[in-house]
């Protein structure tokens, strides 16, 4: 037997958002410090904000970005949440991570001032994003 579990992220309606499709860039990467003032893993129970704006195609103008995440060097299991970083966190996860494995998933995050967060509820781990389109 398998549990499924789905989270109804959004919707696309007329009159909505444009999406416009980018050849996939990296714009975060803490393995590297793209993105990220330094190498370092992100710690268990943390947030990491991700600049999008001017980045990897993205417009200032856009809503929301989609994304694809990745995480690595899983030293805890645990979750990761992407969000807008403004209000109150969602409880629900984009990227359930574990020990020895590296995990990619496709998000679709909204926009605030520019910019998504990333909480990371196990850890430390390096956390990578590319971003793959935009809403505007």
């Known amino acids: 037997p398998v549990n499924v ?4 992220v959004g919707y696309l309606g007329s ?3 444009l999406f416009t499709a980018l050849d996939p860039a ?3 990467d803490t393995r590297s410090a793209n993105g990220v003032p330094g190498t370092t893993k992100a710690a268990p129970d943390s947030t990491t904000t991700v600049a999008v704006a001017g980045r990897g195609g993205v417009p200032a103008e856009a809503t ?3 994304v ?3 995480t690595t060097g899983v030293q805890k299991d645990g979750y990761v949440t992407a969000w807008s970083g ?3 966190r969602p409880g629900v996860s984009d990227v359930n991570t574990w020990v020895g494995h590296d995990v990619a998933n496709l998000a ?3 926009l605030a001032a520019g910019a998504f967060s990333l909480y990371s509820s196990g850890g430390p781990l390096h956390l990578v994003a590319d971003v793959v389109g935009y809403y505007r």
Request: proline residues 0%.
């Open 5 to 8: 579990i789905v989270d109804v």
């Open 15 to 17: 009159g909505g958002a």
């Open 68 to 70: 694809t995440l990745t």
């Open 86 to 88: 403004s209000g109150t």
């Open 64 to 66: 929301s970005v989609v």
């Open 108 to 110: 679709v995050v909204r």
């Open 26 to 28: 990296r714009i975060l």
